[in-house]
């Protein structure tokens, strides 16, 4: 005999329960308020097939409340994936285990997003439907035809960024977007009557989203609005009404099964009764074999799928591009066309001339900006607005919503088959840090495009001039900063981000720089993160260190500095953590460790003097600010903050001065 749904879903609850009782840890409660409603999804509804996690035309599926964790794991095992095993699920939240406490997509196939900040994922799934959406353009519904499907929490539709998603959703009328809302009115407060009174449905129609309710702990009757919900061209909001923790019979609806262990008793009684007699960890056979068959549902669409592709004639192309690797034979012309005819620029400049090139050459790339794109560059000649009618556009217009559109963009590249970018002030990097970092911490290949990164933005004053964000941003592990000097250091920025797999964070100018390199290099210079730009001519006493727009300061200082007979190094060094990564006799050959008496190290970086100790040594000279900035032209504040080669090379000379008598 086939097993209910009920029985299915008190799978997962079991699981759940027993996971977190094993750990002492996790989170009961979710799984087993939504259990029945993923059981519906997973039985009937999402495209998958367990024995291909990668297949290209899959749904995706997000569950934005991470914390739920076991939800998804009980799923992936039951329905036959390879991994989690028993034995992964036995080890919940222990070292080693894939199950992780939050999922982590480089963890376990068929976690399409790492989520545990609450309401990220809502935003990801955003960007996993654009992206579905924008590939169904340009290669139509037989290669890519597929839905994403998304599991919020109260605490994910509370979060402000859900709602830059959801009017993003509306806008771009994404009807393969449909959310799960797990209204069972707790989180761990205690019930959402202490914080919250919005209606969050109408709030949803009112972003053009269509809304549905339906008893959640009733397989059937979710089955029946996901009905709904797919006849609707509009993105769908079902509001699954559920109990958090049902099945135990004393702390159901209680914030105690949200983040604990049930204990011992409870965990008996809940057997009880939902009926589960099986012991731990073990899954009766009439169940394990029906979620089997859920898990091998999709083998036949993949099949067709696989002979589609093969007589498509596209194959290579489509094949390569949801690889994601990022041609570069753009960058040598491009270079020699404009070491051709130097002058200055703002890097910002720089970025959308070497774009001109990039995405004429890298179909996948997307760009957009957030209501700045005048000012980050990020729109090129060629690039259409991507609109609800025009998915094949290569430009998002994503509106003042910063936060939503870096998390969109993780969702976009862990999509597969985009390489998107998007720009904003670096000042606002804050905005959307949250995103940055969980793109970070899970390998989005998204590139950062954060204009207007110093004083020198000038007149719009200390509340739009970064300080301490590059140093912020150069902290965060799995992200590389890139601060280029000009022109050519800029396409060779470009290139590298489009070369890695992690996301990359371009920190651009908004006023005019000189070139600093004016010559065609064999190899790109800004690979090992720094490198000597000028040697100097008499015996070397200063090694001058700057990023960006302060190289060229540089540069005069040391010709100040060589007119007194002091021998200056300039090292332009646009990426820290790329040169941190150079082995010893690079980062010897460019930084010699000598001490400060014999050759003084000085940085130069119209930011946080914070850090750069790293590099000129605790006796060592760092030029920066540290207080926030002031409003007036940035030529007068660069004067007034004493970044100008007239200032600099006095203090350099007045620290060489102190040294000498010490
Ligand atoms: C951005 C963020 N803030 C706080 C938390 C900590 N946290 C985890 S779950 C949770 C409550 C969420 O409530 P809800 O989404 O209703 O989940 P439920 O209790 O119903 O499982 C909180 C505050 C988090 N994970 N992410
Ligand atoms: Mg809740």
Known sequence: MQPTQRRLANAIRALAMDAVEAANSGHPGMPMGMADAATALFTKYLKFDAADPHWPDRDRFVLSAGHGSMLLYALLHLTGFARPTMDDIRNFRQLGSPCAGHPENFELAGIETTTGPLGQGVAAAVGMAIAERHLNAIYGDDLVDHRTWVLAGDG????????????????????????????????????????????????????????????????????????EALADARPSLIRCKTIIGYGAPKKQGTAATHGAALGADEVAAARKELGWDTPAFEIPDDVASGWRAAGTRGARDRADWHRRLETSGRRAEFEARMAGKCDDSWLKPYLDKLLADLKPIATRKASEMALGAINAAIPATIGGSADLTGSNNTRTKDQEPLTFDNYGGRYIYYGIREFGMAAAMNGMAQHGGIVPYGGTFLVFSDYSRPAIRLGALSGAKVIHVMTHDSIGLGEDGPTHQPIEHLQALRAMPGLTVYRPADAVETAECWALALADDKPSLLALTRQNLRPVRTKATNSNRCAKGAYRLKSAQADRQVILIATGSEVEIALDVAEKLEGQGIGADVVSMPSTELFDAQDADYREEVLPDVSNRQVLRVSIEAGTTFGWERYTGLHGLRIGIDRFGASAPAVDLYDYFGLTAPKITERVLAHMKIREIA
């Open 156 to 227: 994910c539709l509370m979060e402000g960024v859900n709602h830059e998603a959801a009017g993003l959703a509306g806008h771009l009328r994404l009807g393969r977007l449909i959310m799960l809302w797990d209204d069972n009115k707790i989180t761990i407060d205690g019930s959402t009557d202490l914080s919250r009174n919005e209606d969050v449905v109408a709030r949803y129609a009112a972003c053009g989203w269509h809304t549905v309710e339906c008893d959640g702990l009733d397989s059937a009757k979710v089955s029946k609005a996901i009905d």
